[in-house]
Structure formats: C-alpha cells, structure tokens
C-alpha cells in the first residue's frame, strides 16, 4: 500500500507573502518618521541661523535723542548776533510744541567770554519764547568748560524723538572673504541711516496718521471732469498719449 505524502514547502512558500505584507508597512512607517526628523532639524538650523538681510542687521529704530546745537560766543560780543539768530531759528523749527520738552541753555563759567554768554543767553531765551517755547520748559544753566582760556560755545539742547539706526563702519572680518556668498557687516549701513534721517515724523514708522480734511473745490472739479467725460488739463500735460477732443 502506497504512502500519502504531502508537500509543505509550497504552503510554506505560500505563508511568505503575508508575512511580507507585514513587515513593509512597518518599514514604510520607520522610513516616514527618519524623514521626519531630518526635516525638523532642516527647519531649525534654517530659523536660527544669522540673519543676511542688512534691514534686519541695521534695523531703524525710534528713540528718544539729544538734539545740540553749539554757537560760538566772542568775548566782545553784548547779546545776541545775527548770525546766531539765524542758527537757533532753524535749530527751534524742529522743537515739538506739544511735546514742550525742556530747553537747556547752557553758557560758559569762568571763561573770557563768560559775561558775553551770560547776555547771550538771555536773548537766546527770550527769543525762545517768542518761538513758541514756554517759560516754564526754559532752563539757562551754567556748565564749566574743559579748557578756560578758550572761548567756550553756548550749548542749547533739546530731546526728541527720532528715528535712527545703530553706528556705521564696523569691520568684524575681511570683506575679501566671499566663501559663503553673504554680505559684510557694514553693508546697508549708511542707507539705513539716511532714510532714518529724512524721516520727518517718526510715527509715521508705528501707523498711519489721520486723514487731513478734504479740498471741497478740487473734489468739486474732479467730480464736474468726470461727469462731462472729458480729460483733465493735469493728466494731458503729463501723458505721452495725444488725446483728440
């Protein structure tokens, strides 16, 4: 009588699979998360890395400065001169009124002109004054010179707010090195500064200002050109395009 016999290394072969299907979505898993990681580090290393944009490196700020202005004083002088005159009128033109902050006249001790400044400074703050400047936001003070054979300046003084960036000039490497293709420290420096300076109102930096009141008349004429269909005299002095009427 012949033996039954049974292959099982084709039911085992046939187990192979499953057990595949298995262990691949495990690995698809593990392979997911690795990446994963490598992506996190990417993202930090890229947000913590030094900044190469010369507005984040010189940012313009606004701050509270000293505004100074020296006028030279002659010994021989009696009160206040023309020429000094002109320099602290343009100096007060920029004298915030409804901020009043305090105006410090400072004037010379124990020097040949100390007399001649003393009278200067009082007509330095009468014209103050009459400037705008209030009495009581008015300080005239001495101050002792470093030198007192020379004829010290009257030094009149004022804070403000300004907008400004941080000093110029710094040098830290060689500029020759270009290996990593960035910039220098110092680059943008200068016009960071000078668009600070021609900042006319620093809070124009925090927000917009209030709208001004309408011109009624050019409201009224715009409105009449463009009820009538017609072109402006304004845009065709300023168009390249000839308009036939």
């Given at each position: 009588?012949?033996?039954?016999?049974?292959?099982?290394?084709?039911?085992?072969?046939?187990?192979?699979?499953?057990?595949?299907?298995?262990?691949?979505?495990?690995?698809?898993?593990?392979?997911?998360?690795?990446?994963?990681?490598?992506?996190?580090?990417?993202?930090?290393?890229?947000?913590?890395?030094?900044?190469?944009?010369?507005?984040?490196?010189?940012?313009?700020?606004?701050?509270?400065?000293?505004?100074?202005?020296?006028?030279?004083?002659?010994?021989?002088?009696?009160?206040?001169?023309?020429?000094?005159?002109?320099?602290?009128?343009?100096?007060?033109?920029?004298?915030?009124?409804?901020?009043?902050?305090?105006?410090?006249?400072?004037?010379?001790?124990?020097?040949?002109?100390?007399v001649a400044a003393t009278d200067a400074?009082?007509?330095?703050?009468?014209?103050?004054?009459?400037?705008?400047?209030?009495?009581?936001?008015?300080?005239?003070?001495?101050?002792?010179?470093?030198?007192?054979?020379?004829?010290?300046?009257?030094?009149?003084?004022?804070?403000?707010?300004?907008?400004?960036?941080?000093?110029?000039?710094?040098?830290?490497?060689?500029?020759?090195?270009?290996?990593?293709?960035?910039?220098?420290?110092?680059?943008?420096?200068?016009?960071?500064?000078?668009?600070?300076?021609?900042?006319?109102?620093?809070?124009?930096?925090?927000?917009?200002?209030?709208?001004?009141?309408?011109?009624?008349?050019?409201?009224?004429?715009?409105?009449?050109?463009?009820?009538?269909?017609?072109?402006?005299?304004?845009?065709?002095?300023?168009?390249?395009?000839?308009?036939?009427?």
């Amino acid at each position: 009588m012949e033996k039954a016999t049974f292959d099982t290394s084709s039911a085992a072969e046939a187990g192979h699979p499953r057990r595949a299907w298995i262990v691949r979505p495990v690995l698809a898993a593990i392979a997911v998360a690795l990446l994963a990681g490598c992506a996190a580090k990417r993202d930090s290393i890229t947000v913590g890395a030094i900044p190469d944009d010369y507005r984040t490196n010189h940012p313009i700020v606004i701050a509270e400065k000293e505004q100074v202005l020296d006028l030279p004083v002659g010994a021989s002088e009696r009160g206040m001169t023309r020429v000094q005159r002109v320099a602290l009128q343009g100096f007060l033109a920029n004298y915030d009124r409804s901020a009043a902050p305090v105006l410090t006249i400072l004037t010379p001790s124990g020097t040949p002109n100390a007399v001649a400044a003393t009278d200067a400074a009082r007509d330095f703050a009468r014209f103050a004054r009459s400037r705008g400047v209030h009495e009581s936001r008015i300080i005239v003070s001495p101050y002792q010179p470093s030198s007192m054979e020379a004829s010290a300046p009257i030094r009149v003084t004022y804070t403000a707010m300004q907008a400004q960036t941080g000093p110029c000039g710094r040098w830290p490497a060689d500029i020759a090195d270009t290996s990593d293709n960035k910039h220098y420290a110092n680059f943008g420096c200068s016009y960071q500064n000078n668009l600070a300076a021609q900042i006319a109102n620093p809070a124009d930096l925090l927000g917009p200002r209030q709208p001004s009141e309408i011109d009624a008349a050019n409201r009224g004429n715009v409105i009449d050109v463009y009820r009538d269909r017609d072109i402006s005299n304004e845009f065709l002095r300023n168009s390249e395009v000839e308009y036939s009427q």
